[in-house]
């Protein structure tokens, strides 16, 4: 029997989760970026934390709303970003050498500080020292190194007069109608002024008050459609008019794919619903724009950076790794190395991150694993002791066939890799429950390797009676 019958499994396994999903190309580019990164970039990069000698301990984007921060002081600190060291070109390139296909960036966050020149507020980067567009730069110069932009905008503005986060009164709503126009006029000049762009990534969209515009968001939303083709927009826009967010009551994702909570990463395919879905991830514990003392919490490494992407690959979604630069346009330099390490395994191994999904096995203590096609990609995370990667075989689609193993490479040395069964023949061992095992041999090139590798194996349905010699192979 043909192969086909196993990869009926994938598809009747996916299926049975799935809400209504875009099917066009551009949705399907999104989906196969495997790997993103996010900047936050602001004001707030310039106390980067601090004020007065003291050390704010929450996200250091939101430094503003501490009651140690005076906020007249914060709403100057504009007058003093100039940021030196901003290359935009370095930048890319760095996200590039990671291994990114896509980026976000913060246009403006909840303080209301627009990073490019907006005509709708005078609170802009045109009236900084740097006096120059951020946004524009950034767009052509990841674009030109063939990597996705889209743009956060946070519908929280502490600057706006109009912005309230709940309309009490009538003189609330008659100010909130005019943050609305405000925020129509910006998100509308965005894509105008930046038609490159692939789409948009909204935060601050938990307030009482703008959950109350669902038919209002709805309607902008259609109209930033139209502006650009294709645009992708996550869940969190906007809500259903039963005030529900991310899902709505009838439980569909909210437009085009679910924005998970920061940080958290699924542990199943059935936790996702069927879903597409991205994860955003900080280095350390909880930091987002920069802040000065990146040791005073958890710091992520590269190896559990990577075994994030590969984990959020094999439950088909994105990961999008956080970056924080400095109120002069630099990168720390922890960051910058972390980003290196990455980038190398990326080089090496992303055969098994981009376009490539949830696969036909199951989770196995050794790792994750991932499928493009006909190829199924182990990537190997607890190497065992013995050196030898058991496998575990889902059962046939068809009664008297049986799955077998055909082919299995190391995909970085170019090696195939010795099979042995671990019946007592030596050959396969296939259970009472109908699935096989296999020990996959590893190479003493990567016996000792601190870092994940990978192993390609293809599998096919063969009858019972020629597994046994399939399995010697």
Not at 222 to 230: H, T
Not at 314 to 336: A, M
Request: contains cysteine; glycine residues 8%.
């Amino acid at each position: 029997m043909k192969k086909i019958g196993l990869f009926l499994i994938l598809i009747f396994s996916v299926s049975v989760l799935s809400a209504q999903k875009r099917t066009d190309a551009d949705m399907q580019r999104w989906r196969d970026y495997g790997l993103g990164q996010f900047i936050h970039w602001g004001v707030y990069a310039i106390p980067g934390g601090q004020w007065n000698g003291k050390s704010y301990h929450g996200a250091a984007e939101w430094i503003r709303s501490w009651n140690e921060m005076p906020v007249n002081e914060y709403d100057s600190l504009y007058r003093q970003f100039n940021p030196a060291k901003f290359d935009a070109e370095k930048w890319a390139e760095m996200a590039k050498n990671m291994g990114a296909k896509y980026m976000i960036f913060t246009t403006k966050h909840h303080d209301g500080f627009c990073m490019w020149p907006s005509k709708y507020t005078a609170y802009t980067i045109a009236n900084t020292p740097y006096k120059r567009d951020i946004v524009g730069p950034l767009v052509e110069a990841y674009s030109a190194a063939g990597i996705d932009v889209y743009l956060y905008f946070s519908i929280i503005d502490w600057n706006h007069k109009g912005y309230r986060s709940t309309l009490k009164t009538d003189a609330d709503r008659q100010e909130y109608e005019t943050f609305k126009q405000f925020t129509r006029n910006q998100l509308l000049e965005l894509l105008d002024n930046y038609p490159k762009i692939k789409g948009l990534w909204f935060d601050g969209t938990w307030d009482r008050a703008w959950i109350e515009q669902a038919a209002w968001a709805d309607s902008l939303g259609r109209e930033l459609r139209a502006k650009i083709p294709g645009l992708i927009i996550g869940s969190r826009f906007r809500a259903d008019l039963k005030g529900f967010r991310h899902q709505d009551a009838n439980g569909q994702i909210i437009d085009d794919y679910d924005q998970r909570f920061e940080r958290n990463l699924p542990s199943t395919l059935e936790e996702t619903k069927g879903f597409d879905w991205d994860c955003v991830m900080t280095i350390p514990e909880n930091q987002w724009g920069y802040h000065r003392d990146w040791l005073w919490t958890y710091v992520k490494t590269p190896y559990e950076l990577i075994e994030m992407a590969v984990k959020a690959n094999s439950l088909d979604g994105n990961l999008v790794i956080n970056f924080g630069p400095d109120g002069n346009g630099g990168f720390r330099k922890e960051e910058t190395d972390i980003a290196k390490e990455i980038g190398k395994w990326m080089s090496a191994n992303g055969e098994a991150v981009y376009a490539a999904h949830h696969s036909v096995l199951e989770k196995q203590d050794w790792g994750y694993s991932t499928q493009k096609g006909d190829s199924i990609y182990l990537v190997i995370f607890n190497k065992p002791l013995n050196n030898k990667v058991r496998v575990k075989v889902p059962k046939p689609a068809t009664k008297g066939m049986v799955n077998v193993i055909v082919k299995a490479e190391f995909p970085v040395i170019r090696k195939p890799a010795s099979i042995e069964g671990t019946g007592a023949d030596g050959t396969f061992y296939r259970d009472k429950n109908g699935f096989s095992y296999y020990n996959i041999l590893i190479p003493k090139e990567l016996q000792k390797t601190e870092m994940p590798f990978v192993i390609r194996i293809r599998l096919k349905e063969v009858d019972e009676k020629e597994a046994y010699q399939q399995a010697k192979m």
